[in-house]
């Protein structure tokens, strides 16, 4: 499918439109395949792990997947698996104390 027949493109992108584009939120997380530099293959990598629901801009470490958990600047193997313990006991006031991801 060329980009002129994908729905909600219009055959030739304005610049009003470009810029319109990047200061948008994402409908749906298949909109973030037309990130410009993203290939085909990075983005069938990244889908599994990518949200447009939360209405958040920030990583929610009470439902992120453990590989989106350890690409948080500042954790580690250990953190997340602190995060997926008190997961699993029911326990969210301690997954991060000292972070502010939500």
Not at 23 to 33: G, K, L, Q, Y
Request: proline content about 16%.
């Amino acid at each position: 499918m060329s980009r002129s027949t994908e729905p909600n493109f219009p055959p030739t992108p304005t610049p009003a439109w470009i810029t319109a584009r990047r200061t948008c939120p994402f409908h749906s997380v298949d909109e973030a395949r037309h990130i410009l530099g993203l290939s085909p293959q990075d983005f069938e990598r990244l889908k599994p792990y990518l949200t447009v629901f939360s209405g958040s801009p920030k990583i929610d470490p009470l439902f992120a997947p453990p590989p989106v958990l350890m690409a948080i600047p500042g954790s580690g193997k250990p953190a997340v698996q602190h995060i997926l313990g008190a997961r699993k006991a029911g326990g969210t006031a301690t997954i991060f104390p000292h972070w502010s991801l939500r």
